[in-house]
């Protein structure tokens, strides 16, 4: 198939000066020169001139510690010190048959005991025999009034 192209028809003329305003080298950006783009910067500007006494307080072996001698870390210590001088008196208290044990006799084993002490004396005040065997049959075992009146 074929295309056929026909020519558009404008109702404007355009040229360079309709399209845009003109623009030159003054109209684009704000005349950039090194002093305007840059503060000057120079050595002293950027950093604190810094010398060895700025960094730090100067250091020195009596600064850094106390002097630290054999004295200062520790106590003296010595024999008498470490330890309380211990002989065979101190360690303990002389041990004899006396200190042991109180004295033990026979007497302060035992309390004398007698019939008297093991016994409450038993009078005939106690139930009889009799006495005790009534009560036991009429408590478990109840007799009938035939028998009763038999016994009696």
């Known amino acids: ?46 950093v604190v001139p810094i010398t060895a006494a700025t960094i730090a307080v100067p250091i020195t072996a009596s600064t850094i510690a106390i ?30 048959a006396a200190t042991i044990a109180v004295p033990i006799t026979a007497s302060t084993i035992t309390i004398p005991i007698t019939v008297a002490t093991i016994a409450v004396p038993i009078t005939a005040a106690l139930p009889t025999a009799k006495d005790l065997g009534q009560s036991q049959l009429t408590k478990c075992c109840p007799i009938p009034a035939t028998h009763q009146s038999m016994d009696h």
């Open 67 to 96: 002097p630290i001698t054999a004295s200062t870390i520790a106590v003296s210590i010595t024999a008498a010190t470490i330890t309380v001088p211990i002989t065979a008196s101190t360690i303990t208290v002389p041990i004899t």
């Open 1 to 46: 198939m074929l295309y056929s192209h026909t020519a558009i028809p404008t109702t404007a003329v355009f040229t360079a000066s309709t399209i845009a305003v003109p623009i030159t080298a003054s109209t684009i950006a704000v005349p950039v020169t090194g002093s305007t783009i840059v503060i000057p910067i120079t050595a002293s500007t950027i």
